[in-house]
T-cell receptor, first 116, second 112 residues
């Protein structure tokens, strides 16, 4: 099956710093990737849709200047949490849609962000 | 925002028993998918059922879909301790965005 990787798998940073999380599709091209956030013992909340070569589409209530998304190639999307604060601490998960099999999404293993 | 609710929120059963989880959603869908998540890990895709399907099987998994009631159920038969995980349903709407909206999840504990 298709493999999606995320890097780093965990990161601890100081409040006010920016953190970049990478999402890669390893053996397929993904024109669309999705970013989710998950708080402990809660479900996944969709943050944004990342489209290769165009601006990301953010869900209601998600600050686009806070969570910068770049999808520069068909195999890489990045999420940058700018000026991170403790309330941004969460589990961030990406998924990639396999083109042209539109129904199938594959999820990365997630990145645990802890902001001190 | 979340599409819907799952119940129960938590389920504890003995190994060998069957586990049934239910999912309700709010809008029209193209398909509904079930995922499994072990604690602190990513999601594993279990099964996809399309809006024109009523039942689907995969190994020990059986999924039903009732679009008139906007609900789905996941049955795990002959459960094993290794089935302990959180289970989420996710709906793919008819808006062609391919976004998955997740339910609230069921935490399953299978006692050995």
């Amino acid at each position: 099956g298709a493999v999606v990787s995320q890097h780093p798998s965990w990161v601890i940073c100081k409040s006010g710093t920016s953190v970049k999380i990478e999402c890669r599709s390893l053996d397929f091209q993904a024109t669309t990737m999705f970013w989710y956030r998950q708080f402990p013992k809660q479900s996944l909340m969709l943050m944004a849709t990342s489209n290769e070569g165009s601006k990301a589409t953010y869900e209601q209530g998600v600050e686009k200047d806070k969570f910068l998304i770049n999808h520069a190639s068909l195999t890489l999307s990045t999420l940058t949490v700018t000026s991170a604060h403790p309330e941004d601490s969460s589990f961030y998960i990406c998924s990639a849609r396999v083109t042209p099999r539109t129904d199938t999404q594959y999820f990365g293993p997630g990145t645990r962000l802890t902001v001190l | 925002s979340q599409q819907g609710e799952e119940d129960p929120q938590a389920l504890s059963i003995q190994e060998g028993e069957n586990a049934t989880m239910n999912c309700s959603y709010k809008t029209s869908i193209n398909n509904l998918q079930w995922y499994r998540q072990n604690s602190g890990r990513g999601l594993v895709h279990l099964i996809l059922i399309r809006s024109n399907e009523r039942e689907k099987h995969s190994g020990r998994l059986r999924v039903t879909l009732d679009t008139s009631k906007k609900s789905s159920s996941l049955l795990i038969t002959a459960s094993r301790a290794a089935d302990t995980a959180s289970y989420f349903c996710a709906t793919d709407g008819r808006d062609s965005s391919y976004k998955l909206i997740f339910g609230s999840g069921t935490r399953l504990l299978v006692r050995p």
